[in-house]
């Protein structure tokens, strides 16, 4: 199920990536290059693959888990509320 937030509220991503699954170093390449660019209060790691984003930043995120969802990939996307 995806939510989506545009504004300048919370956005919990989480998501289930195979270990086996094809392109796994690509998709994670691509997750530290997108985070790097980022302000560092933008976005906080929860867990392994839980990510805190604000929704101004959240955007980035959302493109690069649905470049590489299907079968290896599932994602979750959250408004949090405060």
């Not at 289930?16 to 660019?37: D, P, S, V």
């Not at 690069?64 to 405060?82: N, T």
Request: aromatic share 14%; proline share 2%; charged share 30%.
């Amino acid at each position: 199920m995806h939510t989506c937030a545009h504004d300048d509220g919370r956005i919990l991503f989480a998501w289930e990536l195979r270990k086996r699954a094809r392109g796994r170093r690509w998709f994670y390449t691509q997750l530290e290059n997108l985070l790097a660019q980022l302000p560092p209060e933008g976005w906080r790691k929860i867990g392994d693959s839980v990510y805190l984003m604000a929704g101004s930043h959240s955007e980035a995120l959302r493109q690069l888990l649905r470049r590489f969802e299907g079968a290896d990939l599932k994602w979750y996307e959250f408004r949090v509320e405060v």
